[in-house]
């Protein structure tokens, strides 16, 4: 007859096993869809952005991100885009903060064409909310972003909807060791002139481990489904991108 510890240890397990088991799904979902499209373009990424957040005197917060995102890695790889994106927040309770922020987004084009320049930039400004809360032994950080976008060569301002949730389980047997899984879908708000179109944007799902290595200093590693809709052809989406991630957390 098990014991409450072995038994709370198997529930344990069961949980994790779960987890993965619904990422695997999820993801399998994803690329079984994203095949169903025509005309489905592939790429293979890098991402290593560092993020850092600082607590200040009364319940304020800085956070400062940046974020090198490297494409075509089966081709030699080349720099893709560049992330700068700052922002202030305020913890509002234990789980709940508000943030408002700005960001700054250069792109280099891959493979430039006449009808794409080799550099464009963007301009966005954003309000974030964020509740974090766990159960029992799993860690869940839900997060809704509005971004108000500036594109270059772009006729007005984009609003674009983000929703994004977390999920990370420490391993029973090395507390420093965690799965961590999570999902984003962006949505268009509407349409501007040479640029984005209402309607369904791209979906990012990640898996993969954390590791913590002191009370500052975390990361992820693994991998990441990028699915993203160009307009180029009349499908919900044409394009995936396959990426290695490597999340660097900073913490003070």
């Given at each position: 007859?098990?014991?409450?510890?072995e038994n709370q240890r198997t529930r344990?397990?069961?949980?994790?096993?779960?987890?993965?088991?619904?990422?695997?799904?999820?993801?399998?979902?994803?690329?079984?869809?994203?095949?169903?499209?025509?005309?489905?373009?592939?790429?293979?990424?890098?991402?290593?952005?560092?993020?850092?957040?600082v607590k200040l005197p009364s319940s304020?917060?800085?956070?400062?991100?940046?974020?090198?995102?490297?494409?075509?890695?089966?081709?030699?790889?080349?720099?893709?885009?560049?992330?700068?994106?700052?922002?202030?927040?305020?913890?509002?309770?234990?789980?709940?903060?508000?943030?408002?922020?700005?960001?700054?987004?250069?792109?280099?084009?891959?493979?430039?064409?006449?009808?794409?320049?080799?550099?464009?930039?963007?301009?966005?400004?954003?309000?974030?909310?964020?509740?974090?809360?766990?159960?029992?032994?799993?860690?869940?950080?839900?997060?809704?972003?509005?971004?108000?976008?500036?594109?270059?060569?772009?006729?007005?301002?984009?609003?674009?909807?983000?929703?994004?949730?977390?999920?990370?389980?420490?391993?029973?047997?090395?507390?420093?060791?965690?799965?961590?899984?999570?999902?984003?879908?962006?949505?268009?708000?509407?349409?501007?002139?040479?640029?984005?179109?209402?309607?369904?944007?791209?979906?990012?799902?990640?898996?993969?481990?954390?590791?913590?290595?002191?009370?500052?200093?975390?990361?992820?590693?693994?991998?990441?489904?990028?699915?993203?809709?160009?307009?180029?052809?009349?499908?919900?989406?044409?394009?995936?991108?396959?990426?290695?991630?490597?999340?660097?957390?900073?913490?003070?």
């Amino acid at each position: 007859m098990q014991s409450a510890a072995e038994n709370q240890r198997t529930r344990n397990w069961g949980r994790g096993i779960a987890i993965v088991a619904l990422a695997g799904s999820l993801l399998i979902g994803g690329e079984a869809f994203a095949q169903s499209t025509s005309a489905l373009k592939q790429d293979f990424d890098l991402w290593a952005p560092v993020f850092m957040t600082v607590k200040l005197p009364s319940s304020f917060l800085a956070y400062m991100e940046v974020n090198p995102r490297f494409g075509d890695l089966d081709d030699g790889g080349n720099i893709g885009q560049l992330l700068l994106r700052p922002a202030v927040g305020y913890q509002l309770t234990e789980k709940v903060s508000i943030w408002q922020g700005y960001a700054w987004v250069g792109n280099w084009a891959l493979q430039p064409t006449p009808s794409k320049p080799d550099f464009f930039d963007e301009n966005r400004i954003y309000q974030q909310i964020n509740y974090a809360h766990k159960f029992q032994s799993l860690n869940t950080l839900s997060r809704a972003r509005l971004e108000e976008r500036w594109i270059e060569g772009a006729d007005g301002t984009a609003l674009r909807l983000r929703l994004m949730l977390r999920g990370m389980y420490p391993l029973p047997i090395a507390p420093k060791w965690a799965l961590v899984s999570y999902d984003e879908v962006f949505i268009n708000l509407n349409t501007v002139d040479h640029g984005p179109e209402a309607g369904f944007d791209q979906n990012r799902f990640f898996i993969g481990i954390n590791r913590t290595f002191s009370k500052y200093f975390n990361m992820d590693f693994g991998y990441q489904n990028q699915l993203l809709n160009s307009r180029s052809i009349p499908n919900l989406a044409n394009q995936m991108n396959h990426v290695i991630l490597l999340n660097f957390y900073i913490n003070l």
